[in-house]
């Protein structure tokens, strides 16, 4: 109430306790600010970090993250040596890992060895046909040199040395090597003369050829029916030794030409010399050879031998025996 002079009254006015109240229990508000980074502000009230996502748990047991960054010896045997990280190997498995230096140190070594001594055959086969076709022909050893890509490209020159080679093809290159011989220059495939040349040279190669199989045909026909083939043929590789050069080189001329009847009548001076030598050393005495068996000569008939003895009782005799009835029958 106010007085008479409109002064207020000394009596306070009463308070609304609820409000004040209120106002001293409401919290405050977080403050945040818009920057050009985005908004800045105390989260922490809200349980979240300032780019609004939920804060990490942190490991429990930190000794145990640690541990799970090591390998384990069966990851270290499976993924080998060289895809091993130094770092992560344990204190413990350290013995293990210098164990598995050690053992790819000597597995090394053993290979670049090994390697070497296939390299080194394969370069004596490459020179050396009868080589190639033994190492071709030992499958373990192609096997091993296939775990060596470096030496693929020997392994298969090789190998192609001991691939069947066409005929044809054979005797064209003998006849380019003889026409480059006798010409004195290299062959040029587009020179008519060295065309001519070169069908003149396969020509004679071939007919040289075809002679030679008839007189390979024709000593298989006598060591079939020979016992002593072995014996003779030593026999005559001494003679040839010790012939003249001019005779000698006579016969060895005969074998490449085909000459049938230089090399036939060759072998019947050293069988009848075989035998006259065995028959003196038997009796003591001199005595005259037995007749050659009949060899036909090319494109003549069969072989005629006499048969007129009992020959079931050959196998009561000796040797020497044996010799005089094959002699009797002319089988020798």
Same mark, same amino acid.
């Given at each position: 109430?106010?007085?008479?002079?409109?002064?207020?009254?000394?009596?306070?006015?009463?308070?609304?306790?609820?409000?004040?109240?209120?106002?001293?229990?409401?919290?405050?508000? *977080?403050?945040?600010?818009?920057?050009?980074?985005?908004?800045?502000?105390?989260?922490?009230?809200?349980?979240?970090?300032?780019?609004?996502?939920? *804060?990490?748990?942190?490991?429990?047991?930190?000794?145990?993250?640690?541990?799970?960054?090591?390998?384990?010896?069966?990851?270290?045997?499976?993924?080998?040596?060289?895809?091993?990280?130094?770092?992560?190997?344990?204190?413990?498995?350290?013995?293990?890992?210098?164990?598995?230096?050690?053992?790819?140190?000597?597995?090394?070594?053993?290979?670049?060895?090994?390697?070497?001594?296939?390299?080194?055959?394969?370069?004596?086969?490459?020179?050396?046909?009868?080589?190639?076709?033994?190492?071709?022909?030992?499958?373990?050893?192609?096997?091993?040199?296939?775990?060596?890509?470096?030496?693929?490209?020997?392994?298969?020159?090789?190998?192609?040395?001991?691939?069947?080679?066409?005929?044809?093809?054979?005797?064209?290159?003998?006849?380019?090597?003889?026409?480059?011989?006798?010409?004195?220059?290299?062959?040029?495939?587009?020179?008519?003369?060295?065309?001519?040349?070169?069908?003149?040279?396969?020509?004679?190669?071939?007919?040289?050829?075809?002679?030679?199989?008839?007189?390979?045909?024709?000593?298989?026909?006598?060591?079939?029916?020979?016992?002593?083939?072995?014996?003779?043929?030593?026999?005559?590789?001494?003679?040839?030794?010790?012939?003249?050069?001019?005779?000698?080189?006579?016969?060895?001329?005969?074998?490449?030409?085909?000459?049938?009847?230089?090399?036939?009548?060759?072998?019947?001076?050293?069988?009848?010399?075989?035998?006259?030598?065995?028959?003196?050393?038997?009796?003591?005495?001199?005595?005259?050879?037995?007749?050659?068996?009949?060899?036909?000569?090319?494109?003549?008939?069969?072989?005629?031998?006499?048969?007129?003895?009992?020959?079931?009782?050959?196998?009561?005799?000796?040797?020497?025996?044996?010799?005089?009835?094959?002699?009797?029958?002319?089988?020798?």
């Amino acid at each position: 109430m106010q007085d008479l002079q409109g002064t207020p009254s000394n009596e306070e006015q009463p308070v609304n306790t609820q409000e004040v109240s209120n106002e001293e229990i409401a919290p405050q508000e *977080p403050e945040f600010k818009l920057t050009d980074e985005g908004i800045e502000g105390d989260f922490s009230d809200w349980g979240l970090s300032e780019e609004g996502e939920q *804060p990490e748990e942190k490991a429990e047991n930190p000794q145990e993250e640690q541990e799970q960054k090591y390998y384990t010896k069966e990851e270290m045997e499976q993924l080998g040596l060289e895809k091993l990280d130094p770092n992560k190997i344990p204190p413990e498995l350290v013995p293990f890992y210098k164990s598995m230096q050690a053992d790819y140190t000597r597995k090394t070594q053993a290979l670049a060895q090994e390697r070497k001594l296939i390299e080194n055959l394969l370069d004596n086969a490459l020179s050396n046909p009868a080589i190639a076709q033994q190492l071709m022909n030992d499958p373990n050893f192609i096997q091993t040199a296939q775990q060596h890509p470096e030496l693929a490209q020997k392994l298969q020159a090789v190998s192609q040395m001991t691939q069947p080679q066409n005929p044809i093809d054979v005797i064209t290159e003998q006849a380019k090597q003889f026409v480059e011989q006798q010409l004195g220059e290299e062959f040029d495939e587009l020179n008519p003369k060295h065309i001519v040349a070169l069908n003149l040279a396969t020509q004679e190669l071939l007919q040289s050829q075809q002679r030679q199989m008839i007189i390979q045909q024709k000593l298989a026909e006598i060591q079939s029916s020979e016992p002593h083939f072995a014996e003779i043929d030593r026999m005559a590789e001494e003679k040839l030794m010790q012939m003249p050069y001019a005779e000698a080189m006579k016969i060895q001329q005969a074998l490449q030409n085909g000459d049938m009847d230089t090399v036939l009548n060759f072998w019947n001076e050293v069988r009848k010399e075989f035998y006259n030598s065995r028959l003196n050393n038997q009796s003591g005495q001199p005595q005259n050879a037995p007749e050659p068996p009949k060899v036909e000569g090319a494109g003549q008939g069969n072989v005629e031998t006499k048969q007129n003895i009992d020959v079931s009782q050959i196998g009561n005799l000796d040797e020497d025996a044996q010799a005089q009835m094959l002699i009797k029958m002319g089988l020798v």
